[in-house]
């Protein structure tokens, strides 16, 4: 929970109790507008809702490109849903039925109402139960069990995974860890926990899906950086669609040309981040990709003219040419 005045005396929701309601809202509050606020926030706001997302960020997304960032945002306005970024949270207080949230904005003062307030800020493991310090198994600063690449704990006969460790909380990461694991204690395998390629979802319409570095971080890895950035009116599946707001970027090394990053906001993006993943892992070039054939009128397809782009005005390619 964040540190607002009024928030421990408010009636608020958290991702949980938010899908126990027998009523939809008329209007909800999202404090929080990570993957876990939108997600919830555009489903109520399918059902109905009046939906204000707002956080404490200038930008919407910040860890991810700033093209993904404005293609989402562009999205959620399209929507209809309300979104208030760089807030200054000042209090909360409940009048009544009615939830307010007093906040500033570029230094003005605003009043949120709202019939129900999501608090969607994050999770914290739950381990404050498990007496974990009578084990010799340290926690860190946010109760995390610290691990090290083995899964051990600080009590070596101790393994733990998923999102207890606070790494990428993902079931399938999770499940991964678990596998390595038991291998490990029970097998006495010394494998090795691998999370250098991890595809992250966020179910959002239009889906939010990368994998492998951003344009910022492989700069800080030191690697010459070159970028392809396809909008999503480039693509054929999603002219049929009559849902072009997106985009396909594809971060690579510029000596080299391997494929280091793939971020995509598009319907059905989570599908066509898997085929993205095997080329971030193993190693693929550009012209790998642009020289595989891609079925026509498929999602899948962004991936082959996000390559092109590096070299070619896709939009004066003929169906299908490469």
């Given at each position: 929970?964040?540190?607002?005045?009024?928030?421990?005396?408010?009636?608020?929701?958290?991702?949980?109790?938010?899908?126990?309601?027998k009523?939809?809202?008329?209007r909800l509050?999202v404090?929080?507008s990570?993957?876990i606020?939108m997600?919830?926030?555009?489903?109520?706001?399918?059902?109905?809702?009046e939906i204000t997302?707002?956080?404490?960020?200038?930008?919407?997304?910040?860890e991810?490109?700033?093209?993904?960032?404005?293609?989402?945002?562009?999205a959620l306005?399209?929507?209809g849903?309300?979104?208030?970024?760089?807030?200054t949270?000042?209090?909360?207080?409940?009048s009544?039925?009615?939830?307010?949230?007093y906040?500033?904005?570029n230094?003005s003062?605003e009043?949120?109402?709202s019939?129900?307030?999501l608090v969607?800020?994050?999770r914290?493991?739950?381990?404050?139960?498990?007496n974990?310090?009578?084990?010799?198994v340290?926690?860190g600063?946010?109760?995390?069990i610290?691990?090290?690449?083995?899964?051990q704990?600080s009590?070596?006969?101790?393994?733990?995974?998923?999102?207890v460790?606070?790494?990428p909380?993902?079931?399938?990461?999770?499940?991964?860890?678990g596998g390595?694991?038991?291998?490990?204690?029970?097998g006495?395998?010394?494998?090795?926990?691998?999370?250098?390629?991890?595809?992250?979802?966020?179910f959002?319409?239009?889906?939010?899906a990368?994998?492998?570095?951003?344009e910022?971080?492989?700069?800080?890895?030191?690697?010459?950086?070159?970028?392809s950035?396809?909008?999503?009116?480039?693509?054929?599946?999603?002219?049929?669609?009559?849902e072009?707001?997106?985009?396909?970027?594809?971060?690579?090394?510029?000596?080299?040309l391997k494929?280091?990053?793939?971020?995509?906001v598009?319907?059905?993006?989570?599908?066509?981040i898997?085929?993205?993943?095997?080329?971030?892992?193993?190693?693929?070039?550009?012209?790998d990709?642009?020289?595989?054939?891609?079925?026509?009128?498929?999602m899948?397809?962004?991936?082959?003219?996000a390559a092109?782009?590096?070299?070619?005005?896709v939009s004066k390619?003929?169906?299908?040419?490469?």
């Open positions: 929970m964040p540190q607002i005045s009024g928030l421990e005396e408010m009636d608020y929701l958290t991702s949980t109790t938010l899908l126990e309601l009523k939809i809202p008329k509050t404090i929080g990570g993957y606020g997600e919830l926030g555009q489903l109520f706001h399918h059902l109905g809702s997302l707002m956080q404490r960020s200038e930008r919407l997304l910040k991810y490109d700033p093209e993904i960032s404005e293609s989402v945002e562009k306005i399209e929507q849903i309300n979104l208030v970024k760089g807030a949270f000042e209090r909360v207080v409940q009544g039925e009615i939830k307010k949230v906040v500033t904005v230094g003062k009043v949120i109402e019939d129900q307030l969607a800020t994050g914290k493991p739950n381990t404050d139960s498990l974990l310090s009578a084990a010799g340290e926690t600063k946010n109760n995390e610290l691990i090290n690449d083995f899964g704990t009590n070596e006969k101790i393994y733990a995974a998923g999102d460790t606070l790494g909380q993902f079931v399938y990461v999770a499940a991964y860890e390595i694991i038991t291998d490990n204690a029970i006495g395998l010394n494998k090795k926990i691998d999370l250098s390629v991890v595809p992250a979802v966020t959002t319409n239009p889906t939010v990368t994998v492998g570095l951003t910022e971080q492989a700069k800080e890895k030191g690697y010459d950086v070159k970028t950035v396809l909008p999503l009116d480039a693509v054929p599946r999603a002219i049929v669609n009559r072009t707001t997106g985009v396909f970027k594809l971060v690579a090394d510029a000596e080299t494929v280091l990053g793939v971020h995509i598009s319907e059905n993006a989570g599908d066509v898997y085929a993205a993943s095997l080329a971030v892992k193993f190693g693929l070039t550009i012209e990709l642009t020289e595989t054939l891609a079925p026509y009128l498929t899948a397809e962004g991936l082959k003219l092109l782009t590096f070299d070619k005005d390619l003929s169906c299908c040419a490469g």
